[in-house]
């Protein structure tokens, strides 16, 4: 998952106090909550491509002319 702030990469942690996660490269903290798993999943899934907008293209063997 990637950091609303910078984009970065999230890493889970977990201490005493429960899960949070946690962005190397700009250094914050955010809790685990319910809420922000819920961001950070749509903000991934919106990164994906769709596969079922994907084009499919069947390609037929050529046959020899000769």
């Given at each position: 998952?990637?950091?609303?702030?910078c984009?970065g990469?999230l890493l889970?942690?977990?201490?005493?106090?429960g899960?949070?996660?946690y962005?190397?490269?700009?250094?914050?903290?955010?809790p685990?909550?319910?809420?922000?798993n819920?961001?950070l999943?749509q903000?991934?899934?919106s990164a994906?491509?769709n596969?079922?907008?994907?084009?499919y293209?069947?390609e037929q063997?050529i046959?020899?002319?000769a």
């Amino acid at each position: 998952m990637n950091c609303p702030c910078c984009s970065g990469k999230l890493l889970r942690h977990i201490d005493r106090k429960g899960l949070y996660w946690y962005c190397p490269s700009c250094r914050q903290t955010m809790p685990a909550s319910e809420d922000v798993n819920q961001l950070l999943l749509q903000q991934e899934n919106s990164a994906k491509p769709n596969p079922q907008s994907w084009l499919y293209i069947h390609e037929q063997p050529i046959k020899n002319a000769a």
